[in-house]
């Protein structure tokens, strides 16, 4: 069974950074993609950013220049690397693994950004 346990989520004034984590746990294909995604109150889930397993890395353009998404050695941890925050960042950040078909989210981390 894949987990995805995430941290980092936090309180935060505007302009300040933050370092979202995303471990997953069990069978990890060599094929994978992992993603952060975010729901801010009343609206969709939207996606932030995405790693492939080669290490291609892209970002939405409303986070391009501020938000930076890796791997850490064991490639089974993702990042998401949060500089120069806004209040509209405000959102539940979920870690998300396409697991070669088979999707799995994190429970979610709570980033709040205000003064």
């Known amino acids: 069974q894949v987990q995805l346990v995430e941290s980092g989520g936090g309180l935060v004034q505007p302009g300040g950074s933050l370092t979202l984590s995303c471990a997953a746990s069990?069978?990890?294909?060599?094929?994978?993609?992992m993603a952060w995604y975010r729901q801010a109150p009343g609206k969709q889930r939207e996606l932030v950013a995405l790693?492939?397993?080669?290490?291609?890395?892209n970002v939405v353009n409303s986070v391009k220049g501020r938000f930076a998404i890796s791997r850490g050695n064991a490639k089974n941890t993702v990042y998401l690397q949060m500089n120069s925050l806004k209040p509209e960042d405000t959102a539940v950040y979920y870690c998300?693994?396409?697991?070669?078909?088979?999707?799995?989210w994190g429970q979610g981390t709570q980033v709040t950004v205000s003064s």
């Open positions: 069990g069978y990890i294909f060599a094929i994978n993609t």
């Open positions: 790693i492939y397993n080669t290490g291609v890395a």
């Open positions: 998300n693994l396409d697991n070669s078909g088979e999707n799995y």
